[in-house]
């Protein structure tokens, strides 16, 4: 059963910086790409950055330029490394196997506010 494990959040001032991480067990972490999402309230969860296993790149229009997705394969770990952060809503961010469709992890808070 796959098991996603998502820290890092917390309370940020606007342009501040903040690094999530993402630590994957019961699957073959080197095999599958990885994602990150995010959700406010209200709003639908929305995609932010996706790393495939060859480390290709994709990210969210609003997001490219600020924010980093990186994977660690021998630590099953994929991290979000976000700068410039803007001030909004509190959001929620997931963690995600595209591929597998697992249930979605607690995922962490990030809050950009002065």
């Known amino acids: 059963q796959v098991q996603l494990v998502e820290s890092g959040g917390g309370l940020v001032q606007p342009g501040g910086s903040l690094r999530l991480s993402c630590v994957v067990s019961?699957?073959?972490?080197?095999?599958?790409?990885m994602a990150w999402y995010r959700q406010a309230p209200g709003k639908r969860r929305e995609l932010v950055a996706r790393?495939?296993?060859?480390?290709?790149?994709n990210y969210s229009a609003s997001m490219k330029g600020r924010f980093s997705i990186t994977r660690e394969n021998d630590k099953s770990t994929v991290y979000l490394q976000m700068d410039n952060l803007k001030p909004e809503a509190p959001a929620q961010y997931y963690c995600?196997?595209?591929?597998?469709?697992?249930?979605w992890g607690q995922g962490t808070q990030v809050t950009v506010s002065s």
């Open positions: 019961g699957i073959n972490f080197s095999d599958f790409d």
């Open positions: 790393i495939s296993t060859s480390d290709s790149l």
């Open positions: 995600y196997v595209p591929q597998l469709i697992p249930p």
